[in-house]
Structure formats: structure tokens, C-alpha cells
């Protein structure tokens, strides 16, 4: 059973999930899969999800916390807005993408007025919002380590 003092390993996990999901978002080809996106949504909920549990142990587990635990704590509530923020875009390119498809099999005509912004730019900025977790599960940018 892990150590739920030590938030490292959480954090590793998280940082190491971002940058699978941040590869796998970058590598997306043009056409997209709904399911995929779909995926990719539930992934991103998933590092939510695990940076406000970790956020949860860790409050529960300080009654009187120090400057390093609100450092820590403010990081991975941090972490959680910012998988959630991401989770929020792919879920707008999905929606985006589902209505620009729905527009073209609906058109009369050759010409198709598609909606912006376009999926692949609400893609780029989740993949943009995943690039930045690594660095808030970085221990090593503290001034202190939040390891006791």
C-alpha cells in the first residue's frame, strides 16, 4: 500500500499521465473519432480526479498545516483546474466537431458554414493546459520539499 504521507509517487503518476495524454493529443490525426475524444475526455477527468483526491488525503492529514503543505496543497488544487480546464476543451471540440458533421450531412448545398473555433484548436489549447501539469508535479520548483 502506498504511503499517503508521501504525495511523490501521486504526483509522478500525474505528471507521467499528463504527458501520455499531452502525446496522444498531439498525435491525433486530422479526421477524429468521436469515441477517441471521448477517451481523451475521460482521461483528462481521471487526472482531475486523482489530483483532488491526493488534495483531499493531504488536507484531512494536516490540521494545523505549514507554509510547504498549503504550497503543496495550492499546486495540486492547481493541477486539478488545470486537468479539468482541459477536460473542458476536448469536451468543446467534441461537441464542435459532433455539429460542424451534423452542418455537412444537413447541407443542401456544397457550401457549408462551419462553426468556430474549430476542434482542433480547442484540442491544441487542452494539449497546451496538459503541458503545464508536469511542471506543478515538479518537487523540485519548491522552495521546500512537501515530503516531511
Do not use: Y
Not at 63 to 71: A, E, G, V, Y
Not at 75 to 80: L, P, Y
Not at 88 to 110: C, H, I, P, W
Amino acid at each position: 500500500m502506498p504511503d499517503s504521507t508521501n504525495p511523490v509517487p501521486v504526483l509522478s503518476r500525474i505528471a507521467s499521465n499528463a504527458s501520455c495524454l499531452h502525446q496522444a493529443l498531439r498525435a491525433l490525426p486530422a479526421e477524429r473519432d468521436a469515441s477517441a475524444l471521448a477517451a481523451h475526455i475521460t482521461d483528462a477527468q481521471d487526472l482531475a480526479d486523482i489530483a483532488l483526491r491526493l488534495f483531499l488525503t493531504r488536507s484531512r492529514q494536516t490540521s494545523q498545516p505549514s507554509p510547504t503543505d498549503l504550497l503543496l496543497l495550492h499546486r495540486v488544487a492547481q493541477i486539478a483546474k488545470t486537468a479539468q480546464d482541459a477536460a473542458a476543451e476536448l469536451t468543446a471540440a467534441l461537441a464542435r466537431a459532433v455539429e460542424n458533421q451534423r452542418r455537412q450531412a444537413a447541407a443542401t448545398s456544397r457550401r457549408v458554414v462551419l462553426i468556430g473555433p474549430t476542434p482542433q484548436q480547442f484540442i491544441e489549447s487542452a494539449a497546451d493546459l496538459l503541458d503545464r501539469i508536469p511542471a506543478l508535479c515538479d518537487a523540485r520548483e519548491w522552495p521546500e520539499t512537501p515530503c516531511h
